[in-house]
């Protein structure tokens, strides 16, 4: 049987198969899906009805996590893959934003999205986010203020900073640190914004 991706060692962790290849079939026909219903929307015959598993977004995308397992398939490969899928469905997600309120309309909620995130990262150093319980991990607030700041330059003036960079940032644990839920989200919405303007 071939394999979608390469697949560890039998020592070694990785995705299970068929947990991902399942999750890659439901997004191709939630793709798909919405391709034909767009289609008909336009007059034009469909290519054949499919089901969408699921309801597919870049956001949930995005979110996707997997079992690891002994000889599964490479994390890294399955998260390159899904990150290619995320922008494609950030792509169509947009073209159809910018087709519905206008490109003016699009690009203002935008900038609008931008400005609440950089209320929260204008915040004083140590203050940007929720204080983690005292006995409770939280990421290093000097570390994320730290992020914060390039991401502020990000938004403000154009300094370099992309998508890849915002997804794989990781912050030290530290009790009484920052919220990781709350960093989290922030970050979340950061590629939001910086997907949705593309």
């Known amino acids: 049987m071939s394999q979608t991706f390469p697949v560890t060692r039998r020592s070694e962790l990785g995705y299970r198969v068929d947990d991902v290849e399942q999750f890659l079939a439901d997004a191709r026909n939630a793709y798909e899906a919405r391709a034909e219903t767009r ?8 290519a054949g009805a499919r089901t969408a598993s ?9 979110g996707t996590s997997f079992d690891l397992v ?22 169509r997600e947009r073209a159809l934003a910018k087709h519905e309120l206008g490109d003016e309309a699009w690009y203002e909620l935008n900038r609008n999205r931008a400005r609440e995130i950089l209320a ?12 983690a319980g005292r006995l409770t991990g939280g990421y290093d607030r000097h570390q994320v203020d730290a992020f ?4 502020v330059a990000y938004f ?4 370099a900073m992309d998508v890849p960079t915002v997804r794989s940032v990781v912050f030290t644990p530290k009790l009484g640190g ?13 590629v939001d914004v910086m997907i949705a303007v593309k």
């Open 156 to 159: 403000r003036e154009g300094a």
């Open 178 to 190: 920052y919220s990781e839920a709350q960093v989290d989200l922030v970050l979340d919405a950061v």
């Open 120 to 131: 929260r990262l204008d915040r004083a150093p140590g203050e940007k986010f929720r204080r």
């Open 39 to 46: 289609a008909e929307a336009r007059g034009e015959p469909a």
């Open 70 to 91: 002994k000889g599964g398939y490479s994390t890294l490969h399955v998260d390159a893959a899904l990150e290619r899928l995320e922008e494609a469905f950030a792509a």
């Open 148 to 151: 914060c700041s390039r991401l």
């Open 54 to 62: 699921g309801d597919f977004t870049s956001r949930s995308i995005r």
